[in-house]
């Protein structure tokens, strides 16, 4: 149901704009977070964006503050993850995931989402 794309290779201090496409109803309803995964390290929260309830209100990670930007457009089912002045150790696999009725204590958390999707590798070369 989800579908992340917009990933790439990219230099220090680039851009680039991921997309995850969401399939099915209601999708005003559901908070969308991003995460990520470096190679041999943990998947990590990265920004969230709550559903109609919350607001639409976000939260991002505190390395990401002021470089990374996420939004929804609900006409489209689709949320972004802009993402500009892009360091090395912002290279990693990318993941969005969906969920209802996450409250804003807990949009860090992975459990709180019920769908994922496939990832998108982003790749910051110095």
């Known amino acids: 149901q989800l579908q992340a794309s917009g990933g790439g290779l990219v230099q220090d201090g680039g851009s680039l704009r991921l997309a995850c496409a969401f399939s099915?109803?209601?999708?005003?309803?559901?908070?969308v977070g991003w995460f990520r995964q470096a190679p041999g390290k943990e998947r990590t929260f990265v920004a969230a964006?709550?559903?109609?309830?919350?607001?639409?209100?976000?939260i991002y990670t505190d390395s990401v503050k002021g470089r990374l930007t996420i939004s929804r457009d609900n006409a489209k089912n689709t949320v972004y993850l802009q993402m500009n002045s892009l360091r090395p150790e912002d290279t990693a696999v990318y993941y969005c995931?969906?969920?209802?009725?996450?409250?804003?204590?807990?949009?860090?958390?992975?459990?709180?989402?019920?769908?994922w999707g496939q990832g998108t590798q982003v790749t910051v070369s110095s």
């Open positions: 964006v709550r559903g109609s309830s919350g607001g639409y209100r976000t």
């Open positions: 995931a969906a969920g209802s009725s996450v409250i804003q204590s807990n949009l860090a958390n992975q459990l709180a989402y019920a769908y």
């Open positions: 099915g109803l209601s999708f005003s309803r559901y908070s």
